[in-house]
């Protein structure tokens, strides 16, 4: 079993920035990913990275987030900048390990004035 918990969501301004960080409980062998669920919406991919630092982005956030990860730390972080009010969401942090898929329990991150 792995656990992954979240952390660095919160409040911020149109086009102010905010860096989630998810941990993993151990060593995550496959990729790594960042998805978010607006209210009413389904849960989508936002961004993800291989173990051996490939990416790849939802086109809503190209330029605008960066994915990345420190295996040492069994962690994976994605900052946001420029964020708009349509980023906002819970962001949940999942992994690929022992054939398994595993989900952090989600962070909260508004997008407000």
């Known amino acids: 079993q792995v656990q992954l918990v979240e952390s660095g969501g919160g409040l911020v301004q149109p086009g102010g920035s905010l860096r989630l960080s998810c941990a993993a409980s151990r060593s995550i062998f496959g990729s790594m990913g960042w998805y978010r669920q607006a209210p009413g919406e389904q849960r989508e991919l936002v961004a993800t990275?291989?173990?051996?630092?490939?990416?790849n982005y939802a086109d809503s956030v190209k330029g605008r987030f960066t994915i990345s990860r420190d295996n040492a730390k069994n962690t994976v972080y994605l900052q946001m900048n420029s964020l708009k009010p349509e980023d906002t969401a819970v962001y949940y942090c999942?992994?690929?390990?022992?054939?398994?898929?595993?989900w952090g329990q989600g962070t909260q991150v508004t997008v407000s004035s």
């Open positions: 990275i291989t173990v051996d630092s490939r990416t």
């Open positions: 999942n992994a690929r390990t022992f054939g398994q898929l595993f």
